[in-house]
């Protein structure tokens, strides 16, 4: 596994990869993996044949009231458990090296940036939007995977890719899970035992609505806040349903896929979760 940490080195890479006819595909990270991570390496790699990876903690997309500095890190852990998945490169910049000095270049998607966490944590998603399309510049890839926890992340992102015309397919891939429920996240860590004993209720909440329908979008919201509300340790900050596709505000009877967004706080950290509701559908 190559090691890269400047544009020139993985460029180089790709090309070689390029050159040996290999087909490359792209999971951009911000590090501390987990196995949710390690099963975005697993899709890419049933569709592409080199897999390049990218741990880069991202600080454009933390706002100012968000500690960049406390975002968990462990480079080498990353590495050897990127070694064992049968990764080809990583592309591992720092901040100096992703934005030169004076860059003020953003990319944004205004219909997805200020919504849902958008409004939560203003300039987040331009953040995003600006350092995925940096990554897809500078690897050049086939394909890119991401996950579906951040549902809104990979809504944007395909919009981001269609409108721009980049060569890029995106690919969704199902949110991972612990044993109990609770989604995947680099940020489950800083969670008390306390915290973490009650954060499954997210998963429960979702899968409740998942399998009982109800007669309206809004009946869905009160049921879902009603649940998460039982927990005392939920900060409840969003619950929205949208249309699966555009994100766009739904009301009323569904009639068509609709999808369940959750950000919830406990404590300090905000955790986020999602579920696909389909009218007429009962999973149960």
Request: aromatic residues 4%; negative net charge; charged residues 20%.
């Amino acid at each position: 596994m190559q090691i890269c940490p400047s544009k020139i080195r993985i460029r180089q890479e790709i090309a070689r990869l390029r050159a040996a006819g290999q087909t490359i595909g792209l999971v951009p990270t911000m590090g501390f993996l987990h196995e949710g991570h390690l099963q975005l390496m697993r899709r890419a790699a049933q569709h592409a044949d080199a897999v390049v990876a990218t741990i880069f903690v991202n600080p454009t997309q933390f706002g100012p009231n968000e500690d960049l500095s406390r975002y968990p890190r462990d480079l080498e852990r990353d590495l050897d458990l990127l070694r064992a998945e049968g990764v080809a490169a990583v592309f591992t910049p720092s901040p100096e090296e992703m934005y030169l000095p004076g860059a003020d270049a953003i990319v944004d998607v205004p219909s997805l940036s200020g919504i849902l966490q958008g409004a939560l944590r203003p300039g987040h998603f331009q953040g995003v939007a600006t350092v995925v399309s940096k990554l897809f510049n500078i690897t050049q890839p086939d394909l890119a995977v991401f996950g579906e926890k951040d549902y809104q992340q990979l809504a944007l992102i395909r919009k981001m890719v269609r409108d721009l015309d980049m060569p890029v397919r995106i690919i969704g891939h199902p949110t991972a899970r612990e044993a109990d429920g609770l989604a995947m996240s680099s940020r489950n860590v800083r969670l008390s035992p306390a915290q973490r004993a009650a954060a499954p209720i997210l998963n429960a909440a979702l899968t409740h609505a998942e399998h009982h329908p109800l007669p309206s979008a809004e009946a869905y919201v009160t049921q879902v806040s009603q649940h998460l509300a039982r927990e005392a340790l939920c900060d409840i900050k969003s619950v929205e349903i949208r249309d699966s596709e555009n994100l766009t505000t739904l009301s009323g009877p569904l009639h068509r896929p609709a999808v369940i967004l959750l950000a919830v706080a406990f404590g300090d950290v905000l955790l986020i979760d999602q579920r696909v509701i389909t009218p007429g559908k009962d999973s149960s």
